[in-house]
């Protein structure tokens, strides 16, 4: 029987023969950028890559997801190695798509090539493994248009326009990838999961044990009457004016959310028509609301829909408000994460790692980790900030060579001698909530609600 060692070597010799070919596919996803739940050519490549490698992959998993298993020699655990195939919408990036707006700003194309990379060198070693691997391409981790997401949750169920347990087979229940991809089924058998995520620009090459935000967005659309502006202004009800109150309610908020519970709250306002002679009839306020735990993200949303009620109660205004969950928060698996770690230390070298930190952004990952043990570390190879026009990977080897090399090693050590480390893992980490359990919370956070002063 070969060690971890010897495995580890051997897939490492396989990935290295092909790094340059790993690297050139993260480079060629990067040039061709694709917007959530339409990452048809995104898709059909990592497709194509697995098929190369022998395997048979299941494509248009939530739309255009794509799911194939290396097998092992007997049914022990099963790992996802997971990446993310859509882009954000950035139209200003240099590499945007033209047509969609479409640009990947965040990384995620060397995610995939990472889990390309992986599969390369794991074909390799999976005959002396005890277990299986899920090679999983996800889609729409980032949010789409915000108003259509929340027109759409309106009707979904456990919203206000739909029954519950409705099946819509036009679209996804979701607004994020890995929520659909668990509703419909397709990390069913799996035990845990990882993914490697690129940093931001000047950061560590290496990260892990790091623990994001939950988010969600509230849109509150404000009702008024409209009326001359200069003969007869006490005719109309401004709604303009009550969103710019509610504004501030939500701004006089910010120093009594608790610190540890890490809220965050973005707005903006738009709407009050075009006519200066005439009192706006009408005007939008969305926010995306951030917090490090469900109940804070709960609480921090109510805070929200509150203040747009009082910005509505003040003016005798009209107030929609519409609640939608976009990620849970992530609390990634510290079992999980000390193999990874003890992976990439010899991958990165000398190069400054960190460990732990607590992130403000979001991931659908988050959601994964509620029903199952996850890591997700932070590899190097980018410059400028996430989600920002300068972002880009830079060094391929870092973003998605370094990344294929240390997750292939982490399944290794997990699945190798019976997957001791493993079920290991599996034992000190149980899930927090079962699949069901995990949609029923989904749901019930999304909701729409109105208030009319009278």
Same mark, same amino acid.
């Given at each position: 029987?070969?060690?971890?060692?010897?495995?580890?070597?051997?897939?490492?010799?396989?990935?290295?023969?092909? +790094?340059?070919?790993?690297?050139?596919?993260?480079?060629?996803?990067?040039?061709? &950028?694709?917007?959530?739940?339409?990452?048809?050519?995104?898709?059909?490549?990592?497709?194509?890559?697995?098929?190369?490698?022998?395997?048979?992959? $299941?494509?248009?998993?939530?739309?255009?997801?794509?799911?194939?298993?290396?097998?092992?020699?007997?049914?022990?655990?099963?790992?996802?190695?997971?990446?993310?195939?859509?882009?954000?919408?950035?139209?200003?990036?240099?590499?945007?798509?033209?047509?969609?707006?479409?640009?990947?700003?965040?990384?995620?194309?060397?995610?995939?090539?990472?889990?390309?990379?992986?599969?390369?060198?794991?074909?390799?070693?999976?005959?002396?493994?005890?277990?299986?691997?899920?090679?999983?391409?996800?889609?729409?981790?980032?949010?789409?248009?915000?108003?259509?997401?929340?027109?759409?949750?309106?009707?979904?169920?456990?919203?206000?326009?739909?029954?519950?347990?409705?099946?819509?087979?036009?679209?996804?229940?979701?607004?994020?990838?890995?929520?659909?991809?668990?509703?419909?089924?397709?990390?069913?058998?799996?035990?845990?999961?990882?993914?490697?995520?690129?940093?931001?620009?000047?950061?560590? $090459?290496?990260?892990?044990?790091?623990?994001?935000?939950?988010?969600?967005?509230?849109?509150?659309?404000?009702?008024?009457?409209?009326?001359?502006?200069?003969?007869?202004?006490?005719?109309?009800?401004?709604?303009?004016?009550?969103?710019?109150?509610?504004?501030?309610?939500?701004?006089?908020?910010?120093? +009594?959310?608790?610190?540890?519970?890490?809220?965050?709250?973005?707005?903006?306002?738009?709407?009050?028509?075009?006519?200066?002679?005439?009192?706006?009839?009408?005007?939008?306020?969305?926010?995306?609301?951030?917090?490090?735990?469900?109940?804070?993200?709960?609480?921090?949303?109510?805070?929200?829909? $509150?203040?747009?009620?009082?910005?509505?109660?003040?003016?005798?205004?009209?107030?929609?408000?519409?609640?939608?969950?976009?990620?849970?928060?992530?609390?990634?698996?510290?079992?999980?994460?000390?193999?990874?770690?003890?992976?990439?230390?010899?991958?990165?070298?000398?190069?400054?790692?960190?460990?732990?930190?607590?992130?403000?952004?979001?991931?659908?990952?988050?959601?994964?980790?509620?029903?199952? &043990?996850?890591?997700?570390?932070?590899?190097?190879?980018?410059?400028?900030?996430?989600?920002?026009?300068?972002?880009?990977?830079?060094?391929?080897?870092?973003?998605?060579?370094?990344?294929?090399?240390?997750?292939?090693?982490?399944?290794?050590?997990?699945?190798?001698?019976?997957?001791?480390?493993?079920?290991?893992?599996?034992?000190?980490?149980?899930?927090?909530?079962?699949?069901?359990?995990?949609?029923?919370?989904?749901?019930?956070?999304?909701?729409?609600?109105?208030?009319?002063?009278?």
């Amino acid at each position: 029987m070969s060690t971890a060692a010897g495995l580890k070597r051997a897939a490492y010799a396989a990935m290295e023969r092909r +790094a340059d070919a790993i690297a050139s596919l993260s480079d060629e996803l990067m040039r061709t &950028p694709e917007p959530g739940y339409a990452e048809y050519a995104t898709a059909a490549r990592f497709g194509s890559w697995l098929e190369d490698l022998g395997l048979t992959p $299941r494509t248009g998993l939530a739309g255009t997801g794509v799911a194939a298993v290396l097998r092992g020699r007997d049914d022990g655990p099963r790992i996802a190695l997971v990446g993310e195939l859509d882009a954000l919408a950035l139209p200003e990036h240099p590499l945007a798509d033209p047509a969609t707006g479409a640009a990947h700003a965040c990384g995620h194309h060397a995610q995939i090539a990472a889990v390309a990379g992986a599969a390369l060198g794991l074909r390799e070693v999976m005959a002396e493994l005890d277990g299986s691997v899920a090679l999983i391409a996800a889609p729409a981790e980032e949010l789409g248009d915000a108003d259509a997401l929340l027109d759409a949750a309106a009707g979904a169920p456990g919203g206000a326009d739909g029954p519950d347990g409705a099946e819509r087979a036009d679209r996804a229940e979701f607004p994020v990838g890995k929520a659909e991809l668990l509703r419909t089924g397709a990390f069913d058998g799996v035990d845990m999961a990882l993914l490697a995520h690129t940093g931001r620009g000047g950061g560590p $090459r290496f990260s892990v044990g790091d623990t994001l935000n939950g988010s969600c967005l509230v849109r509150a659309r404000f009702g008024g009457r409209s009326a001359h502006a200069g003969s007869t202004p006490w005719l109309g009800v401004n709604a303009l004016k009550a969103a710019t109150l509610a504004a501030h309610a939500i701004d006089a908020q910010r120093e +009594a959310f608790p610190e540890d519970e890490s809220v965050r709250v973005n707005y903006l306002v738009t709407g009050g028509g075009s006519a200066l002679g005439s009192v706006p009839s009408s005007a939008v306020l969305h926010a995306m609301v951030r917090a490090a735990g469900v109940d804070a993200l709960r609480r921090a949303a109510e805070t929200v829909a $509150r203040c747009a009620r009082a910005g509505a109660l003040a003016l005798g205004a009209r107030v929609e408000t519409d609640t939608l969950l976009a990620y849970l928060p992530l609390h990634p698996a510290p079992a999980l994460d000390d193999v990874v770690a003890r992976n990439a230390g010899p991958v990165v070298g000398d190069a400054p790692t960190a460990r732990g930190r607590h992130l403000g952004a979001c991931t659908d990952m988050g959601d994964l980790a509620h029903v199952m &043990p996850v890591s997700h570390p932070y590899c190097g190879g980018a410059a400028g900030d996430h989600h920002s026009t300068d972002y880009r990977v830079v060094d391929h080897r870092a973003a998605a060579v370094e990344p294929a090399l240390y997750l292939a090693g982490t399944v290794v050590d997990l699945l190798c001698d019976g997957a001791a480390e493993a079920r290991r893992v599996l034992r000190e980490t149980p899930p927090r909530m079962s699949v069901p359990e995990y949609l029923d919370l989904r749901r019930s956070i999304t909701r729409r609600r109105t208030w009319e002063e009278t």
